[in-house]
């Protein structure tokens, strides 16, 4: 028998897997007829970096967040999914993500894509996704873009 969830939580952070994680997320909150809790969350450290701090950055910061999440919303609504919620959190993702969001709201199944585009990204948002499938008590589907499937197949047949 197949697993129902009811709680699904979809981390986004504009790159093009996070991307194919929301589109991946509408899918299957629809056919679990489930709630989609779409976060977004914005990594202090990075601005515990910059030596002169400034609010108005991170004010910034928070307004484009919040502009690309009230996007993915609208874009879930329009294709159907009837409980859709979204959030803007503050801290460390791994945590956020594994973690504190996951309990606060009771989720059952968080998606998130696998890497980011470049080497840095996928060195940062790969340990992000690698923390979040070892450390999760609840399940998680990694989404990740065709194109590095082919790429890691292709390397695994050649060796």
Do not use: W
Not at 25 to 45: F, G, P, Q, S, Y
């Amino acid at each position: 028998m197949l697993k129902q969830y009811h709680h699904i939580q979809v981390a986004v952070d504009g790159s093009k897997e996070a991307e194919m994680a929301f589109g991946k997320a509408v899918e299957v909150a629809k056919r679990n007829e489930a709630e989609l809790e779409i976060l977004h969350v914005v990594d202090t450290r990075a601005f515990q970096d910059v030596s002169s701090f400034d609010s108005a950055m991170v004010e910034q910061v928070s307004k484009e967040a919040q502009a690309k999440i009230e996007e993915y919303y609208k874009q879930a609504k329009d294709a159907g999914v009837k409980d859709v919620k979204y959030s803007i959190e503050f801290g460390s993702p791994k945590n956020i993500i594994a973690h504190e969001f996951p309990k606060k709201h009771n989720i059952d199944l968080i998606i998130i894509g696998a890497t980011g585009l470049n080497a840095v990204e996928r060195l940062l948002i790969g340990s992000i996704t690698e923390y979040v499938t070892r450390t999760s008590s609840c399940d998680v589907l990694v989404i990740r873009e065709p194109a590095a499937q082919k790429q890691d197949i292709e390397k695994n047949t050649k060796n």
